[in-house]
């Protein structure tokens, strides 16, 4: 080789080494929340199959519902000095110092489904969530309207204390029914999003509420509490779905399935692909520096009874909730 065709081999080789990382050669580690929902299996199902289709190398670790295991994951992440970090935060307050340490060590920070106090919003690059202010409005606009002028009490099973979804779930059907009187929640507790601890509190609502005869309406921050929910109303004696009206969120198969039976009303859905635009947000960052919005939103999309469940139930029960 010629001293100019070696000059020009080194430059090239130079060249290549300076280029970003392609999304195939990306590391990313992923502090998932756990698996307390169908929506969150089927969550992290999807990230593997969406990480496998960019060929990226996914780490995913499982924080068994605590945020102190969450701390720990991202801390080792650092130490592996990963490409990206993905965080699915269980609440939405403690995560400033851990991730000033993310942001100190030059690695973007992801959210995923759900989001952090705003003090930390320097501490993030995007977040990929839906809108839970609007779900939560969703269920209860769906709701006045079922209802029309009749009094309706209402119960409501609440997500994890602290999570923002569970805040703004809340906030959002709370503002929904406040224009319409004849709407009340009569009682309210967290069935920390988990179809146990759903068909427990509502045991209790049952109980408090004189046989569950006064209760119009159960109003549930995901679907599988209400599965829970559900189970606790058959068992008691009462017609879920018929007697009593159900509104959730999530849009999991066995809602579908409920529907289908006719034991359940109404779903709010989530789309469980919150790994797919994170991905691809990363990877132009990483090749091209180009810098996502600061909020990739998703969907929410209500489903009824009249939307054919059964169908729905077959087109989802294969795809990993
Ligand atoms: O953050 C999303 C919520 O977390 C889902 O609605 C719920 O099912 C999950 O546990």
Redesign the pocket.
């Known amino acids: 080789m010629t001293p100019k065709a070696l000059l020009a081999a080194a430059a090239a080789t130079a060249m290549l080494l300076a280029l970003p990382a392609k999304a195939a050669e990306l590391t990313i580690g992923f502090s998932q929340?756990g698996s307390?929902?169908g929506?969150?299996a089927a969550e992290t199902s999807v990230s593997k199959q969406e990480a496998a289709k960019r060929k990226v190398n996914l780490k995913i670790a499982d924080a068994q519902q605590k945020q102190e295991n969450q701390i720990k994951a991202i801390r080792s992440f650092i130490a592996q000095n990963v490409d990206a970090i993905f965080l699915?935060p269980v609440v939405s307050t403690g995560w400033d110092a851990v991730l000033k340490e993310a942001k100190e060590a030059k690695i973007p920070v992801v959210l995923l489904?759900?989001d952090i106090d705003p003090s930390g919003k320097d501490l993030y690059l995007t977040a990929v969530t839906s809108d839970s202010v609007h779900e939560g409005a969703v269920a209860g606009e769906w709701l006045a309207k079922t209802v029309g002028g009749k009094a309706c009490n209402i119960v409501e099973l609440q997500?994890t204390v602290g999570?923002s979804?569970a805040t703004n779930r809340k906030k959002g059907f709370d503002t929904a029914i406040a224009k319409h009187a004849n709407l009340k929640v009569v009682r309210s507790q967290t069935g920390d999003?988990t179809r146990a601890k759903g068909k427990e509190v509502m045991e209790s609502f049952i109980k408090a509420e004189g046989g569950g005869k006064s209760i119009c309406a159960v109003y549930a921050?995901?679907?599988?509490m209400m599965v829970g929910a559900i189970q606790a109303m058959k068992e008691a004696g009462l017609k879920p779905g018929k007697e009593i009206l159900t509104v959730s969120?999530?849009a999991v198969p066995d809602i579908f399935k409920a529907m289908a039976a006719g034991e359940a009303n109404a779903t709010v859905e989530?789309t469980p692909n919150m790994a797919g635009p994170a991905l691809d947000a990363i990877a132009a960052f990483k090749e091209k520096g180009t810098v996502p919005p600061k909020w990739i939103q998703t969907e929410s999309k209500l489903y009824t009874a009249a939307d054919d469940p059964q169908k729905i139930y077959d087109s989802k029960k294969g795809l990993g909730y």
């Open positions: 929340i307390e929902s929506w969150r699915a489904d759900r997500g999570a979804v999003f921050h995901n679907d599988d969120i999530d989530l």
